[in-house]
């Protein structure tokens, strides 16, 4: 029997679904980014994942992608009143789902803002690779050099042919192998593979029929969204009014505390990946 893993949030299950996705593969990078930029020399470290096919790649960050897993856990928690997401969920600023398919050409980013999850569809617009001469080895596969330019960022990848998927992390694709290895030219967004496995069974992918809006729509949302949470004053609460207290790092925070936090998060967030 075939895996299904349904594109839901924590909080939010749709009903009715646009698209399947069929995958043979899972890819798992390691990105090592700054994401201040007056403080370059912070690095954020993260695991993100990718599910591949030789036409349809699903990119998408450690919580997605173990998703009804942490589900439960969440659900077992609030029961109980006290949420500690240490250990359970990964913090991520890779927040949106990305659906490549490359043999419709069209790119589906799917986000949850605010408890409602939208979506956005943009053509899948091919990279300009500029295949170079240079190669080496890449945890035993022959790579080869290629550059970019996208979104403000210049990039250099390495890809091998050995591996029959022309995808690689993000949006990144269409060199006629898999990316390896990725980073733009000021080393503020590097993607490095640390693994692949062949599944032994397709894992099926499925985009949901929701909200589909553009890109500077989703832009203006997120921000109204994020405004609203640093006005907030209270952390959570159970239907009955029992407030729901949060422990980060083995610290309970306060409502006040947890608010300055995310203040101190959102303003230390201005150096997205993509720039314009």
Do not use: C
């Amino acid at each position: 029997m075939k895996n299904v893993i349904l594109s839901t949030f924590l909080l939010v299950i749709g009903s009715a679904f646009a698209q399947e996705y069929s995958t043979d593969y899972e890819i798992q990078y390691e990105v090592e980014y700054s994401l201040d930029s007056l403080n370059l020399d912070k690095k954020t470290n993260e695991t993100l994942y990718l599910f591949a096919s030789s036409d349809v790649g699903v990119f998408l960050n450690y919580n997605d992608a173990n998703e009804e897993k942490i589900k439960a856990e969440i659900e077992r928690q609030l029961k109980s009143g006290h949420v500690d997401l240490t250990g359970i969920q990964k913090s991520t600023n890779f927040n949106s789902k990305i659906f490549k398919d490359r043999h419709q050409n069209k790119i589906i980013k799917v986000s949850e803002i605010g408890r409602k999850i939208y979506a956005y569809e943009e053509e899948n617009t091919p990279f300009l690779w500029n295949i170079e001469d240079e190669t080496k080895e890449f945890l035993g596969y022959q790579v080869q050099k290629a550059t970019t330019s996208f979104a403000g960022r210049d990039y250099e990848a390495w890809f091998t042919m050995e591996v029959p998927i022309n995808d690689g992390p993000y949006v990144f694709q269409g060199l006629p192998g898999l990316i390896v290895e990725l980073y733009d030219t000021e080393n503020h967004y590097h993607f490095t593979l640390t693994s692949i496995e062949k599944l032994n069974e397709p894992m099926i992918w499925e985009t949901e029929e929701t909200l589909t809006i553009s890109k500077s729509e989703l832009n203006e949302i997120k921000d109204k969204v994020q405004k609203n949470k640093l006005r907030s004053g209270q952390i959570g609460e159970q239907p009955d009014g029992t407030v729901i207290s949060v422990t980060i790092d083995g610290k309970e925070l306060s409502d006040v505390e947890y608010r300055r936090l995310r203040r101190k998060i959102a303003d230390s967030k201005n150096n997205p990946i993509e720039l314009e």
